[in-house]
């Protein structure tokens, strides 16, 4: 229904805008309720008014992509520029580089690439990957008290997280670990990820997308109303994936946090 809906009002967004250099700010609101938020402003400038509208809108995501289907589709690459675009050229540009960079993931993707979740078997190996996030993260590993309570709490009586690993082959090459929280504004549970990593020599294959849509779908079908996480600030290439994916950055909210030790001091207190 979703996909009618949206040819309907693509037939009439081609008629109203046949000839523009660029949609009228009037109608960004309609025009970018059809426009999925991973093509949305990527590698638009700041002050493009497209990017403008398009990142006010942090809710949408849609199959169909219309910078892809109007722009690109009445435009022609000659000598390396686009001409005969009907949308203003750093839209088509930007919807160009899109494609190319989806069609290069789609060449690049593994096909013996699998998603499962981690047992008990593999707490060694699930191990070696979180040291090696902590690495790449420039933070200190888990020392072997911290091993114990992961395998614990992953692998015990009662789990307090799940671990989903990324196979090549059969070859571990990344994990995820999610847990469910609770919204009570919405009423429902959230997914919380609170690792996504595929080791380096294995990226560009698209593991990272596969385990997040793995984990996108453990959400759904859990009945959560979001998924969560954070981003370190100077991790550029996932901040860029994420923003590709859809996902909105909060506004508003700052991070708090409280050690055990800090615990004990508020207790004696």
Not at 111 to 126: E, F, M, Q, S
Not at 145 to 165: I, K, N, T, V
Not at 209 to 230: D, P
Request: aromatic share 10%; glycine share 6%; charged share 25%.
């Amino acid at each position: 229904r979703a996909a009618a809906r949206w040819q309907e009002k693509r037939q009439g967004l081609l008629a109203s805008h046949a000839g523009e250099s660029c949609p009228a700010p009037a109608t960004h609101k309609t025009l970018v309720q059809f426009i999925p938020r991973e093509s949305m402003a990527f590698g638009l400038p700041d002050q493009n008014p497209c990017k403008e509208a398009f990142t006010r809108q942090d809710n949408r995501s849609w199959a169909a992509n219309w910078l892809e289907v109007y722009l690109l589709s009445n435009a022609k690459k000659v000598g390396g520029r686009l001409v005969n675009a009907p949308g203003c050229g750093e839209c088509a540009r930007a919807s160009l580089e899109f494609k190319q960079v989806k069609l290069k993931e789609a060449a690049t993707e593994h096909k013996n690439l699998r998603i499962r979740k981690a047992t008990r078997a593999d707490a060694d190996v699930l191990y070696g990957l979180i040291c090696a996030l902590a690495d790449y993260e420039r933070l200190p590993r888990p020392d072997a008290e911290a091993r114990e309570r992961l395998m614990r709490d992953g692998f015990g009586p009662s789990p307090r997280f799940d671990a989903w690993l990324a196979e090549i082959d059969g070859k571990p090459v990344g994990y995820a670990v999610t847990f469910f929280t609770y919204s009570t504004f919405l009423a429902q549970p959230s997914l919380y990820l609170e690792d996504i990593f595929v080791l380096p020599e294995h990226r560009a294959q698209r593991v990272g997308t596969a385990l997040f849509k793995h984990c996108v779908r453990v959400a759904y079908e859990a009945g959560c109303g979001r998924m969560e996480w954070q981003v370190l600030d100077w991790n550029t290439p996932a901040i860029s994936f994420y923003q590709r994916m859809g996902a909105a950055r909060l506004q508003g909210w700052l991070p708090y946090r409280l050690t055990r030790a800090e615990f004990e001091r508020i207790l004696a207190d």
